[in-house]
């Protein structure tokens, strides 16, 4: 079991009072930092290869919104059709979001089953093996990186440096967008592709989860293994410095 890094205070930075346009600013920072730290790493993957292309990745409605601004410059929100005719297919649902999974681990509390396999199918936006958005693909698709061919071996091999890492941005980037949801890609997507849904995710006005979505949890304790704490901490501080840079 892999617990247990340090507790970590937010209050300086209230991200409840941010603007949405600030937040998405962060967000693309965070995004930043990750492909720098992404481009030192050993890596397998190349171009048309949509081995881990699946259709069960997560992300927050943050995330979301920069998809969809981005669908919408580029012309692009016919993309949107292909989620909708998807909608009933069976899926990944996540009963629980990454920084609620590290308090219940902290407290000792139990973790829910959740059903997930890459047999549930493809990712539905691929097109002729490549992704139609990938300069915004969400971090649940960026942290796939793999040192050895997937295709090959039937599983990614990943360093468990790069899984802490990813964890890390898994949560904080949860944290920037606690006044949201989390979900699947697809049903985050359809969500956010309504207008009255992004005008109410940006104004804050939106309590209850949706269907098929949850509340995203504000970064209380981040859990790394022991042997990573030390190695960890320029990234976690590269993480806080965008914080400075937003306030």
């Not at 899926?91 to 990454?98: A, E, G, S, V, Y």
């Not at 097109?127 to 071996?153: A, H, M, W």
């Not at 898994?170 to 006044?179: A, C, G, K, P, R």
């Not at 509340?215 to 320029?234: A, C, G, M």
Request: with cysteine.
């Amino acid at each position: 079991m892999w617990f247990l890094l340090f507790y970590i205070k937010f209050h300086i930075w209230e991200y409840f009072s941010m603007r949405y346009t600030k937040k998405l600013a962060v967000l693309k920072k965070i995004y930043k930092v990750y492909d720098s730290l992404a481009d030192s790493w050993p890596s397998a993957c190349r171009r048309y290869c949509d081995t881990c292309c699946t259709c069960n990745v997560t992300m927050t409605t943050l995330e979301g919104a920069l998809i969809a601004e981005k669908l919408a410059d580029k012309g692009k929100t016919d993309l949107f059709d292909r989620l909708n005719a998807v909608t009933d297919n069976r899926r990944f649902l996540p009963k629980i979001t990454t920084n609620e999974l590290a308090e219940r681990c902290v407290q000792g509390k139990a973790i829910p089953d959740e059903e997930n396999g890459p047999l549930q199918g493809k990712c539905p936006l691929l097109i002729d093996n490549q992704c139609p958005l990938y300069s915004v693909r969400p971090f649940g698709c960026r942290c796939f990186i793999s040192t050895t061919e997937c295709k090959v071996n039937g599983y990614a091999d990943v360093n468990p440096f790069v899984i802490s890492v990813n964890n890390l941005f898994l949560q904080y980037i949860e944290h920037i967008d606690s006044d949201g949801f989390f979900g699947n890609m697809t049903d985050i997507l359809v969500f956010i592709n309504t207008m009255a849904n992004r005008q109410d995710i940006s104004a804050n006005t939106m309590k209850q989860a949706p269907k098929r979505l949850i509340v995203n949890k504000p970064l209380k304790v981040v859990l790394t293994p022991p042997e990573h704490r030390e190695k960890i901490k320029p990234v976690l501080n590269a993480l806080l410095q965008i914080q400075g840079d937003y306030q």
